[in-house]
């Protein structure tokens, strides 16, 4: 049985990037059950994509029956049956191939990391992100943010350098820069990624809008900073493009359709000899976890998508010290948190 359904988080704080505001987050939950074993899913729609909760609902049920027919461990077949039967809503794929990959690794017994032959010591330290806001908030946020050895720092707005130097104030922690496409005149762009290089910022994601690749092979020229492909990048098939214009890419689950598209993104970036970040959306710890579980493949993690949210529904993936920590539960490990 396919059970899709909307639920809606609060946001710690109002979350700001270049694109939008927000302080609640509506997303979806997938439950698939065969056998007396629950599979969790979810998918976090995102408007850049036009992705809606309700579209994510009217696919997945669309594609219920097609998925229902299939025997679930054989996981990879039910990914092509996704791949045929919804184009476009890829949040809407992910989350029915992560309660699948989910149910497949309970029912085999296996923590889901287990299934892709990965070590859990080995999962990255998450940056910890802060969006745009006046330079005091980012600078408390900044505070707050102190258990947390490495920053993502949302620009793209006016006050750019008033923020880093604010954040600069307070700590000498490593950052790293989003952009979120906010820059669309080059040489300025340059000029601000020298100056963040002087700030000791780490990497620079989506500097300029996804579809400006040869101002950004322009820039690639110009900058010593190594640049991430986001917005640029959503399937396997967008990455070959990417070499040689970008540096690495920043690779969601709710873009790839899932974890199984992610491995194969994680593979084809090797090969096209580029960086591999792993992203998130503002996910609950379902989605989360599930990004979590391959992240030993990954060099860089911004996973923090659950730590945002103040009402988290579920609980599973931890953070110490930065470190994603995975339990060794089956499938997921993660679970209902329990109301007090
Ligand atoms: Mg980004």
Redesign the pocket.
Known sequence: MIHAEPFTVTLKDVWTIARNSSHSKTNVRVTLQRDGIVGYGEAAPNVRYGETAELTCEHIRRVAEAVERLDWRCFRQVKAVLDTHIVGQSCAKAAVDIAVMDWAAKRMGVPLYRLFGLDPAQTPITSFSIGIDTPERVQEKTRQAAAYPILKIKLGSPGDRELITAVRRVTDKPIRV?A?EGWTDKEQAVRTIAWLQAQNVAFI??PMPAAMLDETAWLRQRVELPLVA??AVLTAADIPALAGVYDGV?IKLMKAGGLQEAVAMIHTARAAGLKVML?CMIESSVAIAAAAHISPLADWA?LDGNLLIGDDPFVGVGVIDGKLTLNDQPGLGVGARERI
Do not use: T
């Open positions: 989003d979120n994601e989506q986001d917005e920043n992203g911004d």
